[in-house]
Each structure stands twice: as structure tokens, then as C-alpha cells.
């Protein structure tokens, strides 16, 4: 009976944690899109509560931060909501990351190997390549993020010096996702592509694009890629 009014207290909380996300609300101060709604606790303090009652990052990501932002997606899509909205939201799940990030990246210190990670050219979304360096952290990986817009031959400098084993690129845009192809392209011109395993990921990206511009693995979320990772490493073992 306890675990039963807990699993729908901990359902309560992700359906408000979502809502909140949805509405843009960062902290209890702020109105929401629908307004209204100054006073009620929002994205922080949700979090923070969720925390503090040791409900999983995992699902506080998936089932609350992710799930909040698809529908704000969708509500862009259909033009009930503009880019101010979305920024909002973006901001409030940037608050929210910034409670889990502590906890997720002190899971584990074994040092599993050097991943790159960056937003494709022309793209500036970061909420998900933010979080799945995080858990790669969390994960026991030494990341080196090189953040938004990044340009192929860039990554290509970076992979040459610093000599990673993984590169994980973003795209969100089916305008972006092409530069991740180009990348792949230019880590072969250069001669380092069997160098380096190439993982992609983003709302843009599928398995059959990542297939067709030859990476090694498509991932949906950050724990997605963990997953593949610890394959990679099975297979070298
Ligand atoms: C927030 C947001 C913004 C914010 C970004 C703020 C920020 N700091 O990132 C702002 C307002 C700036 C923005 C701008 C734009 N946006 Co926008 N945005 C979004 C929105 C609503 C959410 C994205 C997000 O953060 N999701 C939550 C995170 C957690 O999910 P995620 O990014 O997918 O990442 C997860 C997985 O995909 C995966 N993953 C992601 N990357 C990687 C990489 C690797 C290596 C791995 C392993 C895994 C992995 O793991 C992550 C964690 O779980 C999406 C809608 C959507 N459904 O995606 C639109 C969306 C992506 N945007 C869109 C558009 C059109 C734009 C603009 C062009 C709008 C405009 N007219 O200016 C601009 C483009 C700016 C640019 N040049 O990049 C469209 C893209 C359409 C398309 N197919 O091309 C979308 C899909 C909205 C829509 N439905 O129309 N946007």
C-alpha cells in the first residue's frame, strides 16, 4: 500500500514536473505561459523535491525534462508556441540540470576513455548534448565538449591533437544533420577515421541516416549511449 501511494506521489510529481517545463517556468516566481500560476512551485523546486524523495535522475530526465520539452516541440510546430517559449523552457531545464549535474557525474571515477563531443555546424541546440556529457561523465568517460556550431574541420583538428576514442555529435536540424555526414567525410580525408568511433544523435538524426553517413552507433539519449559504449569496450575485450 505504502509503495503504491508512493509510485503515484512520484507520477504526481513527474506529470508536474513535465507541465512545468511545458509552461517555461524556471522558478516558483515566474507566471508560466498560461500565466497564472506565480507561487506554485516550478522546474527548481520540483526538482530539488524529486531529489531530496531520491527519485532516479534517469527518470527525472526522461519521464519529466525530456518528455516536457517534446511537447513544447510540438507546440513550436504548430505555432502555438515561438522561440521565446521554447527558450524558456530550454532555461528551466538548464535549471534543472544544473541540480542533477552534481549527482550524475559524481556516479563514477574509473577514467573508460576520451570522448569529443559537439553540436553539428550551423545548430546551437545544447539541452542534449549538455546531458549526455553529463552522464558520460557520471559514466566514468573523460569528456572534452566543444559546444554549439561546431564546424567539421574543427572537430578534425580537436580529434587530431587530442586523440579521443569516441566523437559524439548533435544535430537537431535537418539543415545540421548534414554537417555530421561532412565531418565523417573529413575524418576520412584526414586519415583518422578508423582513429575514432563516431556516435550521432538528436531529434534530426535516425538509424538509417547514421547508417547512410557511416557512423558507428545512433543513440536516442545519453543512457542509450552508455549502453553502446560498454558494447564497444566488450567487443575490444
Ligand atoms: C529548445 C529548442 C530550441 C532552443 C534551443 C536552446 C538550447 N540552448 O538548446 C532555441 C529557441 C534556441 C531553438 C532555436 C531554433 N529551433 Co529549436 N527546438 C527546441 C526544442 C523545443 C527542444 C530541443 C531540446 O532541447 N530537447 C530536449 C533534449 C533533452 O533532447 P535532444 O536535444 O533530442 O537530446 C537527447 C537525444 O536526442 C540524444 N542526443 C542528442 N544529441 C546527441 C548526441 C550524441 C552524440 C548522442 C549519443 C545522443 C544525443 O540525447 C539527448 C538527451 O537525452 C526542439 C523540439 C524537439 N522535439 O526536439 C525544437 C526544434 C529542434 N527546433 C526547431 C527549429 C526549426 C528551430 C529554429 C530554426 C527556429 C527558428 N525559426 O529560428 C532555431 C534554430 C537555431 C539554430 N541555428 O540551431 C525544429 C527543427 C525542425 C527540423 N526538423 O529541422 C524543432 C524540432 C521544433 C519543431 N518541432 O519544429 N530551438
Redesign the pocket.
Known sequence: MKETMEETMEEDILALLKENVIQGRRTKDDEGVDGDMVGTPAVLELTQLMVESDIAPEII??QG??AG??V??????TKE?F??D??A???A??AAMDILKPILEAADIETKGRFV?A?AK???????????AI?LKGAGYEVKDLG??VSPEKIVKVVREYKPDF???????????VAMGKTIEALKENGLRDKVKV???????SEEYAQEIEAD?????????IK?LEDFQKVKT
Request: proline share 2%; net charge negative.
Open positions: 530526465i526522461k525534462l525530456t520539452m517534446q513544447v516541440g510540438d507546440k513550436f510546430a508556441y522561440i521565446p521554447m527558450l523552457s530550454a532555461e531545464v538548464g563531443i553540436t550551423g545548430d546551437i541546440h545544447d539541452i542534449g548534448k549538455n546531458i549526455v552522464l554549439i556550431d566523437l559524439g555529435i548533435s544535430a537537431l536540424l535537418t539543415t545540421t544533420m556516435l550521432v544523435g538528436g531529434a534530426a538524426v552507433a545512433y543513440c536516442v539519449d545519453g543512457f542509450h549511449a553502446v
